[in-house]
């Protein structure tokens, strides 16, 4: 029955399972679980056939407890005013979760991306921003998109550009929206921070040897097998940082094909094949798989579902051996799937956390636009000079003489440096939260899914509460 849900009322279960673990007063659960505003666009566009087309669009704010929203736009053919509301909600909560002081936003335009030119998307994307702009739907301080499913960089930097040529505040407005290309005002890492954040997270999972015993693993990254799906903007990175951290991708899943090798999947070669194919099919050194789906059900440690929602469901869930599921993607388990997982044993690591590395470097980005100088800048030679000093102070006073490798990473933080470290502090610190609230009430009571929304609901209650308006 739970199957037949919506995504929001899915949301919605998951928050209220949580909310028994809490004791605010229902008025207030209600105000923080409802979504406050959301609008559905339509315009026509003339494609480049000259034949007209209406195009539906939508932008939900879940929560403005903080200011501004926050939250993605994609482009899918399943996008519905339920699914951006739902994810909207989400994203209320993994910023709390997080400490990102965000609402939730979402938006969302109905269509294939392979269907369209080049410069029908731009012309899309750009009257999408016009309406954005009329609704007061986007905004440094209003509501902040950024790039999710079936969007990137271009999207982002043609937001801008209709953003600033309509705007009346200029000084601010490279920060009404995030996950710009660098030279539009983007900032390094933001590309790779979800999926550096899947890895982070996980790291973080598989380092208490407790809870790797309880699912009978060992500790650690090293050696685990990992089965991906979805080779974007998210799986990939987590694909390439997995392996760095020396855990085996053995399968990758993509929407038309999947791969499959025992031995490891080698992942800059798959990245280079499919930028030149346009897909993943018969890449060699892989056996191709022609159902897609088939790859979730290899025995493997890890399962990183990482393209859309509603992927592990009450029929495939029984099949699926993975120990670990790590949702990458938004909304990946259905919650009879869910069910399903857990009863057999299965660690399922939400997605509130494990892809909130996304949201994070935006809240970078933001900031490094409001304050017009880029992370780093300041300090970095500065700090340079002082490691210098402190090293040829020890060499005198000692005898002893660094070699290049010991001297190699006492260089000053740059950009990258510090999104990175910010990125992993974030991380380790809300797995540690999930940890510890897990602890609490009982690991065998409370999942991490239910540990990581009562975070969440705690967090958004005391905003609430400060702001007088539930005093
Ligand atoms: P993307 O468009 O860059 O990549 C998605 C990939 O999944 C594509 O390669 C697509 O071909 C593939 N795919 C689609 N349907 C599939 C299927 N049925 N089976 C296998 N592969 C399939 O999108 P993305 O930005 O990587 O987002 C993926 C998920 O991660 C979404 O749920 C999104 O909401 C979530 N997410 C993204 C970000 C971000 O920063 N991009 C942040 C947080 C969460």
């Known amino acids: 029955m739970a199957e037949n849900l919506s995504f929001f009322e899915k949301v919605n279960k998951n928050f209220d399972k949580a909310a028994q673990f809490t004791e605010y007063p229902q008025g207030l659960l209600d105000q ?36 501004p929203t926050k939250g993605g736009i994609r482009y899918s053919t399943l996008v519905n005013e339920d699914e951006i509301v739902a ?13 990102v002081p965000f609402g939730g936003a979402k938006g969302g335009i109905q269509l294939n991306r392979n269907e369209y030119s080049e410069s029908e998307l731009e012309r899309i994307t750009r009257r999408y921003t016009y309406e954005l702009i009329q609704k007061n739907y986007i905004g440094p301080g209003v509501d902040v998109p950024a ?6 960089e271009n999207e982002m930097a043609w937001i801008l550009d209709t953003y600033l040529t309509m705007s009346q505040d200029k000084l601010d407005a490279i920060a009404c929206v995030t996950g710009k290309p660098i030279d539009q005002n983007g900032i390094h890492g933001r590309k790779e921070a979800t999926g550096r954040g899947v890895v982070f997270g996980l790291e973080e999972v598989c380092s208490y040897e407790d809870d790797m015993k309880q699912i009978g693993l060992h500790p650690g990254l090293r050696g685990k097998t990992v089965v991906l799906q979805g080779f974007g903007k998210v799986g990939y990175p987590a694909a390439k940082y997995l392996t760095e951290a020396e855990a085996i991708v053995i399968g990758i899943a993509e929407s038309d094909g999947a791969i499959y090798n025992p031995k490891g999947i080698d992942i800059e070669k798959v990245s280079t094949f499919r930028a030149e194919t346009g897909s993943i099919r018969h890449c060699s050194d892989a056996t191709f798989i022609e159902n897609p789906n088939d790859v979730l059900e290899l025995e493997c440690d890890i399962l990183i579902p990482a393209a859309l929602e509603n992927q592990l469901t009450a029929e495939n869930a029984p099949r699926i051996k993975a120990h670990i599921i790590a949702e990458a993607a938004n909304g990946p388990t259905t919650t009879k799937a869910d069910e399903i997982l857990q009863k057999r044993g299965a660690l399922i690591i939400p997605d509130t956390f494990l892809n909130a590395g996304g949201v994070t470097v935006s809240y970078f980005e933001w900031l490094r636009n409001l304050s017009h100088v880029g992370f780093g800048r300041l300090a970095r030679r500065y700090e340079e000079t002082a490691y210098n000093a402190m090293l040829l102070f020890i060499e005198q006073a000692t005898g002893y003489q660094f070699s290049d490798d010991e001297r190699g990473p006492l260089h000053g933080a740059d950009e990258t440096d510090l999104v990175n470290s910010g990125l992993q502090d974030t991380m380790v610190n809300a797995y540690q939260e999930i940890r510890e609230i ?21 967090k958004i209650a005391q905003s ?8």
Not at 33 to 53: A, E, V
Not at 87 to 99: I, Q, R
Not at 147 to 152: K, L, M, Q, S, V
Request: proline content about 4%; overall charge positive; glycine content about 8%.
């Open 32 to 67: 923080i679980k409802i979504c406050n505003n959301s609008c559905h666009f339509t315009f026509p566009i003339k494609r480049d056939d000259g034949t007209i087309q209406t195009i539906h669009g939508w932008r939900a704010e879940h929560s403005h407890h903080k200011l």
């Open 464 to 471: 609430y509460m400060q702001l007088g308006i539930f005093p």
């Open 87 to 99: 994810l909207a909600a989400l994203m209320t909560y993994k910023c709390a979760l997080v400490d």
């Open 438 to 458: 897990r602890l609490k009430h009982g690991k065998d009571v409370v999942d991490s899914r239910t540990a990581a929304f009562i975070s969440a609901i705690h």
């Open 147 to 152: 790039p999710d499913f079936g969007t990137g």
